[in-house]
């Protein structure tokens, strides 16, 4: 994608680990998700580890989405196929819109890295009251690809031919 001579606009974005092993001092995904936000000059407003558990993640990003100052959560974990997993479930039923994309594109780009294991990521993303909600694997390697390959350029209104910028609530 091509850059414009549009303005870049910061964005605040709020960050959720979902997983119920990681904590403040081992959560390379959230620290790396939290750096590459900070570096590309957006804003995190929150930052929290969450347990793997459907109700505890909805309730979470409702309170995001029903919020007038967060323009879109980045989560990590929970995306998995095992039975414990339930990050997708948690978050498809508050969608106004789904973004099916991203969970086709991220599984593209991880193909080329862990092959047909691509097929157990059940990365999505939506939008709900105009704030974008992605939500990837846990791993640090799926979270960069993630922010390196789709993310950050999504989120930068210079990024031609579209971004979802303009679709987002102006705090």
Sequence with gaps: MSKSAAKFIPLNVTVVTVSDRRTAENDTSG???????????????????VAD????????????????????????GGSGFNRENSTPEALLPLFDREIAGFGELFRM???????????????????ANQTLIMAMPGSA???QLAWERIIAEQLD??????????HLKKP
């Excluded at 209104?157 to 303009?166: G, L, Y």
């Design 53 to 76: 558990n459907r109700y505890s993640i909805r309730a979470l990003v409702s309170r995001w989405i029903a919020s007038s100052d967060v323009q879109v959560v980045l989560i990590n």
């Design 109 to 127: 780009a991880s193909y080329e890295d862990i092959g047909t294991a691509t097929l157990q990521s059940r990365a999505v993303a939506g939008m």
């Design 141 to 143: 390697s799926a979270c």
């Design 157 to 166: 209104a210079r990024t031609r031919p579209c971004n979802f910028v303009s």
């Design 31 to 49: 620290d790396y998700l939290c750096g590459e936000l900070r570096a590309a000059g957006h804003q995190v407003l929150d930052r929290v580890i």
